[in-house]
């Protein structure tokens, strides 16, 4: 095994099934490591059954419930971000985004262009400044 976490799945994992042996007719509630479970899977043990049946209760739900794994707490829903309203006072190819970042961006065959996430407005719109000014460089446009 390369890491613990392969090491701690592969000891939770239940053993293959014994050739030759019979499947148990019913699959058990009961908890893994409870009293009930290891009563359980003595007497299995003593008819000669396998050991773990597909249907055995596994942390904490049935695997007839749906679950193989115990349920994760569902987080509430949060209402969508809508998208930042225009600011007047930011500089041309700035945009503000969410989280309180700054978005620089040009316009090139009508499309915009996003160029990146910016902490400050005057990164972003240094930016959007030299992208423009390459665009025109390219186009032999003067900025």
């Known amino acids: 095994m390369e890491n613990s976490t392969e090491a701690v799945a592969h000891a939770q994992a239940e053993p293959p099934p014994r050739p030759g042996r019979p499947l148990p007719a019913r699959p058990t509630e009961a908890l893994p490591g409870s009293p009930e479970k290891v009563a359980v899977l003595a007497a299995r043990a003593a008819l000669r059954l396998q ?3 597909s249907l ?3 942390d904490g ?3 007839r419930d749906g679950y193989d794994v115990a ?4 987080r509430e829903l949060q209402p969508r971000a809508t998208s930042p309203r225009p600011r007047p006072d930011l500089p041309e190819g700035v945009r503000s ?3 309180g970042c700054f978005v620089a961006f040009v316009h090139v065959d009508g499309r915009r262009i996003v160029l990146g996430n910016f902490r400050t407005s005057a990164a972003a719109a240094e930016t959007a400044r030299r992208a423009r000014a390459l665009l025109a460089k390219r186009e032999g446009v003067p900025v």
């Open 51 to 53: 050991l773990f049946h």
């Open 56 to 58: 055995d209760r596994k």
């Open 61 to 63: 739900h049935s695997a």
């Open 71 to 74: 349920e994760r707490p569902r």
């Open 97 to 99: 985004g969410a989280d």
